[in-house]
């Protein structure tokens, strides 16, 4: 709950509600941002300088929902995740169970229509240009 640090909001099998803190573990991602505005959200990923760099954030415009903004080198690209009744997450055509497998999956899928952009954490960032390095070499 919003005004309440001991209640997480949660979702099971498209039902939501609300569950005590100490009835769960959590396991936070470092790429999940909560409520930050689009801007602060830029400014963000402007400073982290590899391309694929990415955040999700509570939505702005929708509230409830959620956000992907991603580093493409040059700009910072925002994404609503859609959501439909049958509690399956996506962007466009491929459908997700979870939030999570939405962002596994963009890993090796470009999330972008007009170039190849794919969600990288700073650890994949450092693999992926790592082996840039040796196949040039």
């Given at each position: 709950m919003e005004d309440d640090q001991n209640w997480y909001k949660a979702e099971?099998?498209?039902?939501e509600g609300f569950i005590p803190k100490n009835y769960i573990k959590m396991k936070p991602h470092p790429w999940y941002s909560g409520r930050i505005s689009r801007q602060v959200a830029e400014k963000i990923l402007l400073k982290k300088q590899f391309h694929g760099a990415f955040l999700?954030?509570?939505?702005e415009s929708s509230p409830g929902d959620f956000s992907i903004s991603v580093n493409?080198?040059?700009q910072v690209l925002h994404f609503?995740?859609?959501r439909e009744k049958k509690?399956?997450?996506?962007?466009?055509?491929e459908k997700f169970n979870s939030i999570n497998e939405l962002v596994d999956f963009y890993q090796t899928a470009s999330i972008a229509k007009k170039q190849q952009l794919f969600?990288?954490?700073r650890e994949e960032s450092q693999k992926y240009l790592g082996s840039i390095r040796k196949k040039s070499s």
């Open positions: 099971l099998t498209g039902s999700i954030r509570e939505s493409d080198g040059e609503k995740v859609l509690c399956k997450y996506f962007l466009w055509d969600l990288r954490g």
